[in-house]
């Protein structure tokens, strides 16, 4: 990577940097920070913020700073190991679809076609039904969802490589594919693979609070954002915090992540918006 | 042209078929069976094998998968989706109406978000680099950063509780008139403006500022042509194309968007039921509603295709 | 104009100058030549000619005086009317300077429209009018057509008309044949000379083509890295430079009338390349999954023959698209051909590099055009130098960095750049490392495919003189491959020349320059030493000396 300094240090970066390693802190330390267990019924029904309950408790009595603090390991968690998978996997068939062509690059190329003709709430509820919702259906999906477009700009990437000249230099060589891919044109793409993770981040973590609002998606009592605000939303006129709370956590998550990719993507010289897709 | 337009047109077709297979394996091959997965578990105990094989003959689930693929998919292709499990309800009349009530916030929220985007990159990609254009940037993070069941839900605090210019619930019934439903529709579709804007403006915007720099402004330029008539002739015609190319991924977003901004608002549309559907297993529900989406997606891509072949004459050739 | 700068800003927010006080005056009908390498500001210079510049540009200082009028002081309004009006652009690349969605007739009438404030019908007819006066066949027809349906040259007669729209009586031109093939340029260039005289416009000529230059114009003005080093009168400055970089810049052109010291072939013996009834055809693109790509395009080449005696060097000469770099990818292993023979070193060669043994494939070597994207730009040089001594001779560590710096000394580039990146280079200096690379492999044959076309003229000549002194002393043979027939002089001993994809005459260089005996062959020539007449005839071995010579 050859990361040009003048980008890192606009200050959308610097708050996207900072919003990621905040939310990654909480994450991995919440059992050590939450005051009170994230599923224990501790206080009264809805108290309010202030008090012993800093931020109030839900609708069942729970301490909601803990659960808010608790609510991204799960969606974090599930939502990295998908999106590592599908980066991993789909950054490979792309420079393969890219060096082998022919009918590999056809069939990956119409595998890519159908995904994009199902949005990303679709694709998974069309899974769920068949297949319920525990946590290897989610990470799966989630994996799944994103693995095409992934192919996609890689592949895109890799087809800018296979005719410069020093890809030709080393077929030339009598170089094996193996060694042209892992020593040519791998490391051109990897710029792109690494703005791609962030931005898919973004859209996983989206979609899997989505899919959890919409009572699809991780199940209670797992202490999680979408769903916190699903639970709320019977409060929000006389409880608004409930909701609003949460969705802070969630866009700041979100926020960071795009501002983030934006980051990195400028500091490689790549342009983000290519890769930006209509959300969830 | 006419070749190249017969050409997208068989790859959609194509496209669209797969999806069909996509639809069937994902509910209907793998884990079990339709039956299987619409029972609870309590349901299940008390039935006996015998009792089994009756509903599975009753709901032709005995018959083998390609034998009942190929039935599903011309049944499909005619209209009929089959029946629910439960209440043996047609599945097309459960998702008529939803359907259109859907179409229409879409439309809506189309008409409204396209010419939104088109304004504000060309503005961020005129004004590049001052103040519209970092307020465009940052606004466009902000609202694909922002879940709309979040920012819908803060739309209702705003606007329904706070101040209470609308109603929080949508009252509207499913076979109201267009014209009641869109009178319920408005923060539903500023919800899903938001939310879907941000990556047409964006698209604009890197199209645009690519035109500006472009040789033939320049030479418009030195031309002595002036601004309004190099932005309006030369340069937005050549910009939106981005955006069209991938009318596919918009339209997916859009999509998504109106299927979560209907269960906030208790919109009555397709959204809903789909999200009824996917709680009770009612398989035959959700493949209607995955093939018509796919089957929106794309055809407006293929409309996406016909546009960039009007606007570019080189796409004409190819 | 006096005293103009003028400043790009640099990522970093300050600006970096782009033209540096520069200063001319140019009377009615006159024309000036701006000649300088890449870089040196000279298109920036005739841009501010209108009051303008690339987007992140600024004009600093100095004023430009049009009859007496300062345009840096006009407003929008009469910045407008300046532009096209009685300065006229035109720009380098025909095919990217028109609206690719605008048929071609109606973006000239714009500019008529603009500028005569006349009717629709009335702008038609001129446009005409136009299309007539730039010699332009069938204008009627040509008018609704869109520029990629246009072939170059009649590209560059649109973009001319259009700048003659508004009668302008200084005509900017920036490189307008570079894009060009050399048979289209000599027309285009008659055509720009006939209509000057016709319309009695001033020109300002920017071009890096010394020849081109001393052609059209009466005064040249000679930019370095922004500053105007001289000017003067065209035949006194090319015969008595008086900078000592004018001097260079007229040394380093290559030229087919100077007596080149090129490779001599191997005496006798067989030769190491043999190529017999060479044929391609460009498959084209599937139109459906399941259709073949169908063979009903033209063929790329068709019969072509020619041999490359051991040690020698055979130069391949022809325009863009006659099938020259399809013969290279060929030979070197890349494409399979359609048809005919190779033979190696007497014995037949398999069609594609990995159907062909190791050693084979030591033996062969290629030198590709763009310097930059034929090295991998995440290894450093020395990785990129280590692969093949490591494949080839078996050489690691130590050993192999030795010789990576030898190589890069026989090149005259210091050992120091083996820690470098390809970006850190500039494109002569990667240009170099990609022919150390070729010889790294100890090879038998080298195939050069353009391999100065995009570096400088100064550039390439020091490139040449490095290429024919490492073949001199590894004795390898080389197959140079270019468009440039002053090129070709330098370093090729025989030449082959191709049209069409196939061979319309081979010779001995000299000869075949001096006396073509094909037609086509001598409009090439004739294309090629035009503007000879007011060089110096500097009584000259070879052009490109001046201490590059190892």
Same mark, same amino acid.
């Given at each position: 990577m050859r990361i040009d300094p003048f980008a890192l240090r606009k200050p959308a970066a610097l708050l996207g940097l900072a919003l990621v390693a905040i939310h990654l802190v909480l994450a991995l330390f919440s059992p050590w920070i939450a005051p009170f267990d994230p599923t224990e019924l501790v206080g009264g029904r809805v108290d309010p913020p202030g008090g012993e309950f800093l931020l109030g408790t839900d609708a069942l009595g729970r301490d909601y700073l803990s659960r808010l603090l608790h609510g991204g390991r799960m969606a974090l968690f599930v939502t990295f190991t998908g999106v590592v998978a599908a980066v991993t996997a789909g950054s490979l068939a792309g420079i393969a679809a890219a060096w082998f062509g022919g009918t590999l690059d056809d069939v990956l190329m119409r595998l890519c076609d159908v995904k994009l003709a199902l949005p990303g709430i679709l694709f998974v509820s069309l899974f769920?039904?068949?297949?319920?919702?525990?946590?290897?259906? @989610?990470?799966?999906?989630?994996?799944? =969802? %994103?693995?095409?477009?992934? +192919? !996609?700009?890689?592949? #895109?990437?890799? &087809?800018?490589?296979?005719?410069?000249?020093?890809?030709?230099?080393?077929?030339?060589?009598?170089?094996?594919?193996?060694?042209?891919?892992?020593?040519?044109? @791998?490391?051109?793409?990897?710029?792109? =693979? %690494?703005?791609?993770?962030? +931005? !898919?981040?973004?859209? #996983?973590?989206? &979609?899997?609070?989505?899919?959890?609002?919409?009572?699809?998606?991780?199940?209670?009592?797992?202490?999680?954002?979408?769903?916190?605000?699903?639970?709320?939303?019977?409060?929000?006129?006389?409880?608004?915090?409930?909701?609003?709370?949460?969705?802070?956590?969630?866009?700041?998550?979100?926020?960071?992540?795009?501002?983030?990719?934006?980051?990195?993507?400028?500091a490689l010289g790549l342009d983000a918006s290519r890769g930006h897709v209509g959300g969830t | 042209m006419a070749r190249a337009f017969l050409r997208r047109l068989a790859l959609s077709l194509g496209v669209v078929w797969l999806v069909?297979?996509?639809?069937?394996?994902?509910?209907?091959?793998?884990?079990?069976?339709?039956?299987?997965?619409?029972?609870?578990?309590?349901?299940?105990?008390?039935?006996?094998?015998?009792?089994?094989?009756?509903?599975?003959?009753?709901?032709?689930?005995?018959?083998?998968?390609?034998?009942?693929?190929?039935?599903?998919?011309?049944?499909?292709?005619?209209?009929?989706?089959?029946?629910?499990?439960?209440?043996?309800?047609?599945?097309?009349?459960?998702?008529?109406?939803?359907?259109?009530?859907?179409?229409?916030?879409?439309?809506?929220?189309?008409?409204?978000?396209?010419?939104?985007?088109?304004?504000?990159?060309?503005?961020?990609?005129?004004?590049?680099?001052?103040?519209?254009?970092?307020?465009?940037s940052s606004g466009a993070i902000l609202g694909y950063s922002i879940p709309e069941f979040a920012s819908g839900n803060f739309l209702i605090l705003c606007f329904a509780i706070w101040v209470p210019v609308f109603p929080a619930v949508i009252t509207a019934f499913t076979k109201d008139p267009p014209s009641v439903l869109l009178g319920a529709a408005f923060l539903p579709v500023l919800t899903v403006v938001i939310g879907s804007i941000a990556h047409l403006v964006r698209l604009v915007r890197a199209g645009f500022i690519e035109a500006l720099n472009s040789d033939y402004v320049e030479r418009a330029r030195l031309a002595g042509a002036s601004r309004l008539r190099i932005i309006l002739r030369h340069a937005l015609p050549a910009s939106v194309i981005p955006a069209l190319n991938s009318a596919a991924l918009y339209v997916a977003g859009l999509l998504s968007g109106i299927i979560v901004v209907e269960k906030v608002f208790g919109y009555p549309g397709l959204g809903l039921v789909l999200i009824n559907a996917v709680e009770k297993r009612e398989v035959a529900v959700v493949q209607a509603v995955s093939l018509i989406a796919a089957v929106i997606v794309v055809a407006m891509n293929l409309l996406a295709d016909a546009a960039v072949m009007a606007l570019d004459p080189r796409a004409r050739s190819r | 104009?006096?005293?103009?700068?003028?400043?790009?800003?640099?990522?970093?927010?300050?600006?970096?100058?782009?033209?540096?006080?520069?200063?001319?005056?140019?009377?009615?009908?006159?024309?000036?030549?701006?000649?300088?390498?890449?870089?040196?500001?000279?298109?920036?210079?005739?841009?501010?000619?209108?009051?303008?510049?690339?987007?992140?540009?600024?004009?600093?200082?100095?004023?430009?005086?049009?009859?007496?009028?300062?345009?840096?002081?006009?407003?929008?309004?009469?910045?407008?009317?300046?532009?096209?009006?009685?300065?006229?652009?035109?720009?380098?690349?025909?095919?990217?300077?028109?609206?690719?969605?605008?048929?071609?007739?109606?973006?000239?009438?714009?500019?008529?429209?603009?500028?005569?404030?006349?009717?629709?019908?009335?702008?038609?007819?001129?446009?005409?009018?136009?299309?007539?006066?730039?010699?332009?066949?069938?204008?009627?027809?040509?008018?609704?057509?869109?520029?990629?349906?246009?072939?170059?040259?009649?590209?560059?007669?649109?973009?001319?008309?259009?700048?003659?729209?508004?009668?302008?009586?200084?005509?900017?031109?920036?490189?307008?044949?570079?894009?060009?093939?050399?048979?289209?340029?000599?027309?285009?260039?008659?055509?720009?000379?006939?209509?000057?005289?016709?319309?009695?416009?001033?020109?300002?000529?920017?071009?890096?083509?010394?020849?081109?230059?001393?052609?059209?114009?009466?005064?040249?003005?000679?930019?370095?890295?922004?500053?105007?080093?001289?000017?003067?009168?065209?035949?006194?400055?090319?015969?008595?430079?008086?900078?000592?970089?004018?001097?260079?810049?007229?040394?380093?052109?290559?030229?087919?009338?100077?007596?080149?010291?090129?490779?001599?072939?191997?005496?006798?013996?067989?030769?190491?390349?043999?190529?017999?009834?060479?044929?391609?055809?460009?498959?084209?693109?599937?139109?459906?999954?399941?259709?073949?790509?169908?063979?009903?395009?033209?063929?790329?080449?068709?019969?072509?023959?020619?041999?490359?005696?051991?040690?020698?060097?055979?130069?391949?000469?022809?325009?863009?698209?006659?099938?020259?770099?399809?013969?290279?990818?060929?030979?070197?292993?890349?494409?399979?051909?359609?048809?005919?023979?190779?033979?190696?070193?007497?014995?037949?060669?398999?069609?594609?590099?990995?159907?062909?043994?190791?050693?084979?494939?030591r033996r062969i070597q290629i030198i590709f055009q763009d310097p930059l994207s034929s090295l991998n730009p995440r290894h450093r040089i020395e990785a990129i130098l280590a692969r093949p001594l490591a494949l080839f001779h078996g050489l690691a560590g130590a050993a192999a960095r030795k010789r990576a710096g030898e190589l890069l000394g026989q090149l005259q580039l210091d050992p120091a750049f083996l820690d470098c990146y390809p970006r850190q280079l500039s494109g002569g200096q990667q240009q170099r490392v990609a022919i150390a690379r070729a010889f790294a492999a100890d090879p038998d044959l080298i195939i050069c495919d353009e391999i100065t076309s995009a570096l400088d003229v100064s550039v390439q000549a020091q490139v040449l003189e490095l290429l024919k002194s490492l073949q001199r002393r590894s004795g390898a043979a080389c197959l140079f491959i270019s468009h440039d027939l002053g090129v070709i002089a330098q370093v090729a001993a025989r030449v082959v020349v191709l049209r069409d994809g196939t061979v319309r005459e081979t010779g001995a260089t000299a000869e075949v320059f001096r006396r073509p005996a094909d037609p086509y062959t001598r409009t090439l020539v004739d294309a090629a030493t035009r503007g000879y007449a007011s060089l110096p005839d500097l009584p000259g071995t070879s052009a490109a000396a001046n201490g590059t010579e190892p």
């Open positions: 769920i039904t068949g297949f319920g919702e525990s946590f290897g259906v @989610l990470v799966t999906l989630i994996g799944l =969802v %994103y693995f095409p477009g992934v +192919i !996609r700009i890689v592949r #895109a990437q890799a &087809l800018t490589q296979v005719n410069l000249g020093y890809v030709k230099a080393a077929q030339l060589r009598g170089e094996s594919a193996f060694s042209i891919i892992a020593r040519e044109i @791998l490391p051109n793409t990897l710029d792109v =693979v %690494y703005v791609e993770f962030a +931005i !898919r981040m973004s859209h #996983a973590v989206l &979609l899997l609070s989505t899919m959890s609002y919409l009572g699809l998606g991780l199940s209670p009592p797992t202490p999680d954002w979408g769903l916190m605000v699903s639970e709320g939303v019977g409060q929000l006129a006389f409880a608004p915090w409930l909701v609003l709370f949460p969705a802070v956590f969630i866009s700041t998550l979100v926020i960071g992540l795009n501002f983030g990719a934006e980051a990195l993507a400028g | 069909t297979v996509l639809v069937f394996v994902s509910t209907e091959i793998l884990p079990g069976d339709a039956l299987q997965v619409s029972l609870t578990a309590d349901e299940a105990a008390q039935m006996t094998e015998d009792d089994f094989a009756r509903r599975r003959a009753e709901l032709g689930l005995d018959r083998p998968a390609p034998a009942r693929y190929a039935g599903w998919l011309l049944a499909a292709a005619k209209g009929d989706f089959g029946t629910t499990i439960i209440g043996k309800a047609d599945v097309t009349e459960v998702i008529a109406y939803p359907l259109r009530n859907s179409v229409l916030l879409g439309l809506v929220t189309a008409l409204v978000a396209i010419p939104a985007a088109l304004a504000i990159g060309i503005a961020a990609a005129y004004w590049r680099g001052r103040a519209p254009d970092f307020a465009a | 104009m006096k005293g103009l700068g003028v400043g790009y800003r640099r990522p970093d927010g300050r600006l970096g100058p782009a033209v540096i006080d520069a200063a001319f005056s140019l009377a009615e009908g006159e024309s000036l030549g701006l000649v300088g390498e890449s870089g040196s500001g000279k298109s920036t210079l005739a841009r501010a000619l209108l009051g303008y510049c690339r987007p992140g540009g600024v004009i600093t200082s100095g004023e430009i005086l049009l009859e007496g009028e300062d345009i840096r002081k006009l407003d929008g309004a009469g910045i407008r009317r300046l532009r096209g009006g009685r300065v006229a652009f035109v720009p380098q690349n025909p095919l990217s300077s028109l609206t690719p969605h605008l048929r071609v007739g109606s973006q000239v009438a714009e500019a008529v429209r603009i500028h005569r404030r006349c009717g629709a019908e009335e702008a038609r007819q001129a446009t005409l009018e136009l299309f007539a006066a730039v010699n332009l066949p069938d204008p009627a027809a040509l008018y609704d057509r869109f520029p990629h349906e246009l072939s170059g040259g009649q590209r560059q007669r649109v973009v001319i008309s259009a700048a003659l729209a508004g009668e302008p009586r200084l005509v900017v031109l920036d490189e307008p044949t570079t894009a060009l093939d050399k048979t289209t340029e000599i027309q285009v260039l008659e055509l720009v000379r006939s209509l000057r005289d016709r319309f009695k416009a001033t020109l300002v000529y920017v071009s890096h083509d010394l020849n081109v230059v001393a052609e059209m114009c009466d005064r040249v003005l000679v930019m370095l890295q922004g500053r105007v080093v001289e000017q003067g009168a065209t035949a006194r400055v090319y015969r008595a430079p008086a900078h000592d970089y004018t001097r260079r810049l007229i040394a380093a052109v290559p030229r087919i009338d100077r007596a080149a010291q090129a490779v001599a072939p191997a005496a006798g013996g067989e030769p190491i390349l043999a190529v017999a009834d060479l044929a391609y055809r460009y498959a084209t693109r599937r139109r459906w999954p399941w259709s073949r790509g169908a063979d009903d395009g033209r063929p790329a080449l068709a019969g072509v023959s020619f041999a490359v005696a051991a040690g020698e060097t055979l130069g391949l000469v022809g325009e863009s698209g006659s099938g020259k770099s399809t013969a290279a990818a060929i030979i070197a292993g890349l494409i399979a051909p359609a048809g005919g023979s190779l033979r190696f070193a007497g014995k037949p060669l398999p069609p594609l590099a990995s159907a062909r043994e190791p050693a084979t494939r």
